[in-house]
Protein backbone atom coordinates (compact mmCIF):
# COMPACT_ATOMS: atom_id res chain seq x y z
CA UNK A 1 0.00 0.00 0.00
CA UNK A 2 1.32 3.64 -0.92
CA UNK A 3 2.49 5.69 1.93
CA UNK A 4 3.53 9.04 3.10
CA UNK A 5 4.76 9.28 6.46
CA UNK A 6 6.17 12.95 7.33
CA UNK A 7 8.05 13.59 10.70
CA UNK A 8 8.18 15.02 13.61
CA UNK A 9 4.36 15.23 14.03
CA UNK A 10 4.91 18.63 15.78
CA UNK A 11 7.44 20.58 16.76
CA UNK A 12 7.79 24.43 18.48
CA UNK A 13 10.65 26.59 17.83
CA UNK A 14 11.62 30.63 18.22
CA UNK A 15 11.87 32.99 16.08
CA UNK A 16 14.85 32.58 14.51
CA UNK A 17 15.43 29.16 14.78
CA UNK A 18 15.95 26.92 11.58
CA UNK A 19 13.70 24.00 11.22
CA UNK A 20 13.96 20.98 9.30
CA UNK A 21 10.65 18.82 8.08
CA UNK A 22 10.88 15.53 6.79
CA UNK A 23 8.69 13.27 4.22
CA UNK A 24 9.08 10.22 3.36
CA UNK A 25 7.45 7.46 1.08
CA UNK A 26 6.48 4.24 -0.09
CA UNK A 27 4.58 4.37 -2.78
CA UNK A 28 5.02 2.38 -6.78
CA UNK A 29 5.70 4.37 -9.92
CA UNK A 30 6.31 7.95 -8.55
CA UNK A 31 6.21 10.63 -10.59
CA UNK A 32 6.48 13.60 -8.00
CA UNK A 33 6.26 15.12 -4.50
CA UNK A 34 4.74 18.39 -2.83
CA UNK A 35 4.94 20.08 -0.20
CA UNK A 36 1.89 22.53 1.15
CA UNK A 37 1.20 25.16 3.75
CA UNK A 38 -1.73 24.43 5.65
CA UNK A 39 -3.14 27.60 8.01
CA UNK A 40 -6.63 28.36 9.17
CA UNK A 41 -7.89 26.97 6.17
CA UNK A 42 -7.13 25.59 2.71
CA UNK A 43 -3.48 23.92 1.98
CA UNK A 44 -1.03 26.28 -0.31
CA UNK A 45 1.27 25.06 -2.67
CA UNK A 46 5.24 25.43 -1.56
CA UNK A 47 7.03 23.25 -3.86
CA UNK A 48 6.62 20.39 -6.37
CA UNK A 49 9.59 17.97 -7.00
CA UNK A 50 10.13 15.60 -9.45
CA UNK A 51 14.36 15.35 -10.01
CA UNK A 52 16.64 14.12 -7.28
CA UNK A 53 18.92 16.65 -5.46
CA UNK A 54 17.57 19.91 -7.12
CA UNK A 55 17.10 22.22 -4.43
CA UNK A 56 13.53 24.12 -4.87
CA UNK A 57 13.83 27.50 -3.09
CA UNK A 58 11.79 30.56 -2.15
CA UNK A 59 12.92 33.28 0.26
CA UNK A 60 13.30 31.25 3.33
CA UNK A 61 11.99 28.29 2.57
CA UNK A 62 13.84 25.31 0.73
CA UNK A 63 13.21 21.55 -0.60
CA UNK A 64 15.17 18.85 -1.59
CA UNK A 65 14.29 15.61 -3.19
CA UNK A 66 16.11 12.25 -2.61
CA UNK A 67 14.61 9.57 -5.11
CA UNK A 68 17.21 6.75 -4.11
CA UNK A 69 16.39 7.05 -0.28
CA UNK A 70 12.71 7.92 -0.88
CA UNK A 71 12.57 11.03 1.19
CA UNK A 72 12.13 14.75 0.88
CA UNK A 73 12.89 18.04 3.52
CA UNK A 74 11.37 21.04 4.12
CA UNK A 75 13.73 23.43 5.36
CA UNK A 76 12.97 26.96 6.71
CA UNK A 77 15.36 29.52 8.03
CA UNK A 78 15.15 32.31 10.40
CA UNK A 79 11.56 31.56 11.24
CA UNK A 80 9.01 34.16 11.61
CA UNK A 81 5.81 33.96 14.20
CA UNK A 82 3.87 33.50 10.52
CA UNK A 83 5.70 30.24 9.41
CA UNK A 84 3.53 28.65 12.20
CA UNK A 85 0.76 26.38 10.64
CA UNK A 86 0.78 22.15 9.47
CA UNK A 87 3.02 21.38 6.53
CA UNK A 88 1.93 18.73 4.14
CA UNK A 89 4.03 16.66 1.96
CA UNK A 90 2.11 14.95 -0.82
CA UNK A 91 2.95 11.84 -3.65
CA UNK A 92 1.90 11.16 -6.66
CA UNK A 93 2.28 8.57 -8.90
CA UNK A 94 2.12 7.77 -12.96
CA UNK A 95 -1.36 6.28 -13.74
CA UNK A 96 -3.22 7.41 -11.17
CA UNK A 97 -3.97 11.45 -10.21
CA UNK A 98 -4.28 10.49 -6.58
CA UNK A 99 -2.41 12.67 -3.70
CA UNK A 100 -1.30 10.49 -1.53
CA UNK A 101 -1.12 12.91 1.74
CA UNK A 102 1.01 12.78 4.66
CA UNK A 103 -0.32 13.42 8.13
CA UNK A 104 1.31 16.34 8.20
CA UNK A 105 3.70 18.83 10.92
CA UNK A 106 2.45 20.94 13.12
CA UNK A 107 4.86 24.07 13.26
CA UNK A 108 4.61 27.01 16.05
CA UNK A 109 6.81 29.54 16.22
CA UNK A 110 7.04 31.47 19.37
CA UNK A 111 8.25 35.23 19.31
CA UNK B 1 -8.28 34.62 -10.61
CA UNK B 2 -10.29 34.47 -7.70
CA UNK B 3 -8.85 30.98 -7.32
CA UNK B 4 -10.60 27.72 -6.48
CA UNK B 5 -14.78 28.79 -4.77
CA UNK B 6 -16.04 26.43 -2.61
CA UNK B 7 -19.51 27.34 -0.92
CA UNK B 8 -20.69 26.80 1.32
CA UNK B 9 -18.04 27.91 3.87
CA UNK B 10 -20.16 26.61 6.84
CA UNK B 11 -22.56 23.89 6.66
CA UNK B 12 -24.26 22.48 9.93
CA UNK B 13 -27.36 19.87 8.87
CA UNK B 14 -29.12 16.98 10.69
CA UNK B 15 -28.76 13.61 10.70
CA UNK B 16 -30.51 12.43 7.36
CA UNK B 17 -30.96 15.50 5.50
CA UNK B 18 -29.06 16.09 1.83
CA UNK B 19 -26.30 18.48 1.54
CA UNK B 20 -25.14 19.99 -1.30
CA UNK B 21 -21.30 20.90 -1.99
CA UNK B 22 -20.50 23.02 -4.33
CA UNK B 23 -16.65 24.36 -6.12
CA UNK B 24 -15.97 26.39 -9.01
CA UNK B 25 -12.17 25.48 -10.49
CA UNK B 26 -10.04 28.10 -11.68
CA UNK B 27 -10.46 29.12 -15.21
CA UNK B 28 -8.41 26.55 -17.77
CA UNK B 29 -8.14 23.99 -15.29
CA UNK B 30 -9.15 20.88 -16.83
CA UNK B 31 -8.38 18.43 -13.51
CA UNK B 32 -10.85 18.98 -10.20
CA UNK B 33 -10.24 16.79 -7.10
CA UNK B 34 -12.84 16.58 -4.36
CA UNK B 35 -10.74 15.85 -0.93
CA UNK B 36 -12.23 15.29 2.82
CA UNK B 37 -9.91 16.45 6.13
CA UNK B 38 -10.23 14.74 9.55
CA UNK B 39 -8.24 14.74 12.70
CA UNK B 40 -8.17 10.87 12.59
CA UNK B 41 -7.73 10.62 8.30
CA UNK B 42 -6.33 14.01 7.47
CA UNK B 43 -6.45 14.49 3.78
CA UNK B 44 -8.18 11.73 1.80
CA UNK B 45 -9.30 12.05 -2.04
CA UNK B 46 -12.34 11.28 -2.73
CA UNK B 47 -13.06 11.42 -6.49
CA UNK B 48 -11.23 12.88 -9.03
CA UNK B 49 -12.36 14.31 -12.29
CA UNK B 50 -10.56 14.80 -15.67
CA UNK B 51 -12.10 17.28 -18.56
CA UNK B 52 -15.43 17.22 -16.46
CA UNK B 53 -15.30 13.33 -16.91
CA UNK B 54 -14.75 11.56 -13.39
CA UNK B 55 -12.05 9.37 -13.82
CA UNK B 56 -11.79 7.68 -10.39
CA UNK B 57 -14.14 7.87 -7.46
CA UNK B 58 -12.59 4.84 -5.54
CA UNK B 59 -11.86 7.09 -2.33
CA UNK B 60 -15.54 7.98 -2.30
CA UNK B 61 -17.12 6.38 1.31
CA UNK B 62 -20.09 4.65 0.56
CA UNK B 63 -23.26 5.01 -1.86
CA UNK B 64 -24.45 8.21 0.11
CA UNK B 65 -21.90 9.95 -1.76
CA UNK B 66 -22.36 11.57 -5.36
CA UNK B 67 -20.19 13.98 -7.52
CA UNK B 68 -20.97 15.63 -10.34
CA UNK B 69 -19.29 18.31 -12.85
CA UNK B 70 -21.76 19.03 -15.16
CA UNK B 71 -19.27 21.76 -17.30
CA UNK B 72 -16.00 23.01 -16.83
CA UNK B 73 -16.55 25.64 -14.35
CA UNK B 74 -18.76 23.75 -11.89
CA UNK B 75 -18.98 20.72 -9.58
CA UNK B 76 -21.20 19.26 -6.85
CA UNK B 77 -20.59 16.77 -3.77
CA UNK B 78 -24.10 15.48 -2.46
CA UNK B 79 -23.89 13.07 0.51
CA UNK B 80 -27.72 12.02 1.08
CA UNK B 81 -28.64 11.16 3.54
CA UNK B 82 -25.81 12.51 5.72
CA UNK B 83 -24.63 10.81 8.90
CA UNK B 84 -22.79 12.27 12.23
CA UNK B 85 -19.57 10.60 10.65
CA UNK B 86 -19.37 12.65 7.81
CA UNK B 87 -18.39 15.54 9.65
CA UNK B 88 -15.14 17.21 8.37
CA UNK B 89 -13.73 20.12 6.15
CA UNK B 90 -14.74 19.20 2.59
CA UNK B 91 -12.06 20.94 -0.13
CA UNK B 92 -12.25 20.93 -3.81
CA UNK B 93 -8.89 21.49 -5.93
CA UNK B 94 -8.06 22.42 -9.17
CA UNK B 95 -5.33 21.65 -11.29
CA UNK B 96 -4.37 22.67 -14.97
CA UNK B 97 -3.66 19.16 -15.92
CA UNK B 98 -2.28 16.00 -13.78
CA UNK B 99 1.14 17.36 -14.20
CA UNK B 100 1.05 20.75 -12.19
CA UNK B 101 0.51 21.07 -8.64
CA UNK B 102 -3.59 21.16 -7.86
CA UNK B 103 -4.82 24.91 -5.97
CA UNK B 104 -7.28 24.26 -2.77
CA UNK B 105 -10.47 26.10 -2.13
CA UNK B 106 -11.08 27.40 1.22
CA UNK B 107 -12.68 24.04 2.38
CA UNK B 108 -16.78 23.43 3.55
CA UNK B 109 -16.78 23.09 6.90
CA UNK B 110 -19.51 20.17 7.40
CA UNK B 111 -21.14 19.34 10.67
CA UNK B 112 -23.96 16.75 10.88
CA UNK B 113 -25.65 16.43 14.28
Known amino acids: ?111 | DAGVIQSPRHEVTEMGQEVTLRCKPISGHNSLFWYRQTMMRGLELLIYFNNNVPIDDSGMPEDRFSAKMPNASFSTLKIQPSEPRDSAVYFCASSYDVNTEAFFGQGTRLTVV
Open chain 1, 1 to 111: EDKVVQSPLSLVVHEGDTVTLNCSYEVTNFRSLLWYKQEKKAPTFLFMLTSSGIEKKSGRLSSILDKKELFSILNITATQTGDSAIYLCAVTTSGTYKYIFGTGTRLKVLA
